[in-house]
């Protein structure tokens, strides 16, 4: 039985993916550039520091016993997560935001329905993360606290909040009405509480590797963040902007840690 507190912990970067896309019902003009860029940025700050200090972190504490050696779990699991993003990436036709040629193999899907499936793709790793720190939370013997798993939940709806609005928003511009824009919006972050809760339901065969599979969610989310949202932020004008939101965001992602954890 899974408990209230865990249901509520997995449902919080979706509330934040949801309120993000509301906010095609209170600005009335597309994204600018600079905004599009700042907002990225952030994600990805808070992206790299939940990599870091909530899963490779305490996958390499969980592993000390091994002494010099302790790093070798996370290293394996990293690139696993790593490939497995690879994978996805590569069979899911999917196009990323402020580009005309899709990714991965052939299709004729419609362009709308194929940028919500590049914003999905990079939630799957999010949902997974969240997931795995909550299962490694209840089973109460991979010393995750209430407030580590917290923490992480909180960053991630943090960072899903822009990215709500930097799907809701464009699609609006591009023609689509807003309830359906707001609706797309929502249903691409839907896969997070999805993904953690089948997540915490495997922590019978999570739990007893509990280093491989906080590092293999670390490398998936670092997979999204240097593939696709540092070029995003890093293209054209405002670069710079970028680089000052994703140190925000590392910044405040690194201290929520601290300080709940």
Do not use: C
Request: charged fraction near 10%.
């Amino acid at each position: 039985m899974i408990s209230k507190e865990v249901i509520i912990g997995l449902l919080i970067p979706f509330i934040g993916t949801a309120g993000g896309s509301m906010m095609v019902y209170f600005m009335k003009e597309q994204l600018s550039d600079k905004l599009q860029k700042s907002l990225t940025g952030f994600a990805s700050g808070v992206m790299t520091a939940a990599s870091i200090w909530s899963l490779l972190i305490p996958a390499m504490e969980q592993s000390s016993s091994m002494g010099k050696v302790s790093f070798l779990p996370a290293a394996v699991g990293f690139w696993i997560g790593i490939f497995f993003l690879l994978f996805l990436d590569t069979v899911i036709p999917h196009l990323h935001m402020n580009t005309d040629e899709p990714e991965g193999p052939a299709s004729t899907l419609h362009k709308t329905t194929m940028m919500l499936l590049a914003v999905t793709l990079h939630n799957i790793p999010e949902g997974m993360a969240v997931g795995v720190v909550f299962a490694g939370y209840v089973s109460g013997s991979a010393e995750i606290t209430a407030g580590g798993a917290l923490a992480l939940a909180l960053g991630i709806a943090i960072q899903n909040f822009p990215e709500g609005a930097i799907i809701s928003m464009p699609l609006h511009a591009q023609g689509t009405g807003k309830h359906r824009a707001f609706f797309d919006g929502v249903l691409s972050g839907a896969v997070e509480p999805i993904f953690g809760l089948l997540t915490v339901f495997a922590s019978s065969i999570i739990v007893p590797i509990m280093p491989y599979t906080l590092a293999f969610a670390a490398g998936a989310m670092m997979y999204v963040v240097v593939e696709e949202l540092i070029p995003e932020m890093s293209t054209g004008h405002h670069s710079n902007i970028g680089v000052i939101m994703f140190s925000l965001g590392f910044t405040l992602m690194m201290a929520l840690d601290v300080a709940l954890g």
